[in-house]
């Protein structure tokens, strides 16, 4: 089965850090550009990060530019976003999401992984 | 940035009538190249992930059933469910895949009547 599992959320105190990972399995994750969007609590989607096949390549939405870290470990079919700095309004469920190039739709997503930053 | 902005917020339609959901974007996604329109729709269930509907604004992903259609190009796109069923009661979004930074519309909650 296609799937990807996010794991690392918690509870973190104002400009702390945090560490999500996504496990991704049955595809060949090394031929897929990788994604991290989030979602407020009862607000809409906010695509955070993108990463090229082989982590040569990063994107980011501004509001995290220079918090945020996306990187990949193709041979650990793993993604990661290491988050420093973390404000109030990071709080979200943080989803993975698969991408076959950089400019395409989001086809499998993951059932994401809850931050809260609050003190 | 690409603002892509969705309307209604929300729509009760009776089971079996028609829904439509419009999304706007602040610039046209339209690449003369290939003549693609970059947007997507997805649909979301409480509790669930986004579930990839539509791409290329038109083009239905397997297994979505044909009572879901995308239309339009350039800069306005509409969603269309046919025959409302009550497993389609979800938030609906519409994404730009045209230009980083990617975007979304916020999203329309289709309930029934």
């Known amino acids: 089965e296609v799937q990807v599992v996010e794991s690392g959320g918690g509870l973190v105190q104002p400009g702390g850090s945090l560490r999500l990972s996504c496990a991704a399995s049955?595809?060949?994750?090394?031929?897929?550009?990788m994604s991290w969007v989030r979602q407020a609590p009862g607000k809409g989607l906010e695509w955070v990060a993108n990463?090229?096949?082989?982590?040569?390549?990063?994107y980011y939405v501004d509001s995290v530019k220079g918090r945020f870290t996306i990187s990949r470990d193709n041979a650990r079919n793993s993604l990661f976003l290491q988050m420093n700095s973390l404000r109030a309004e990071d709080t979200a469920v943080y989803h993975c999401?698969?991408?076959?190039?950089?400019?395409?739709?989001?086809?499998?997503w993951g059932q994401g992984t809850v931050v809260t930053v609050s003190s | 940035d690409i603002v892509m902005t969705q309307s209604p917020d929300s729509l009760a339609v009776s089971l079996g009538e028609r829904a439509t959901i419009n999304c706007k974007s602040s610039?046209?996604?339209?690449?003369?190249?290939?003549?693609?329109?970059?947007l997507a729709w997805y649909q979301q269930k409480p509790g669930q992930p986004p579930k990839l509907l539509i791409y290329?604004?038109?083009t239905r992903e397997s297994g979505v059933p044909d009572r879901f259609s995308g239309s339009g190009s350039g800069t306005d796109f509409t969603l269309t469910i046919s025959s409302l069923q009550a497993e389609d009661v979800a938030v609906y979004y519409c994404?730009?895949?045209?230009?980083?930074?990617?975007?979304f519309g916020g999203g329309t909650k289709v309930e029934i009547k």
């Open positions: 290329w604004a038109s």
């Open positions: 999401a698969r991408g076959w190039e950089l400019l395409w739709p989001f086809d499998i």
């Open positions: 049955g595809f060949t994750f090394s031929s897929y550009w």
């Open positions: 610039q046209s996604v339209l690449y003369s190249s290939n003549n693609n329109n970059y």
């Open positions: 994404q730009q895949y045209y230009s980083t930074p990617l975007s």
């Open positions: 990463i090229k096949r082989d982590g040569s390549v990063k």
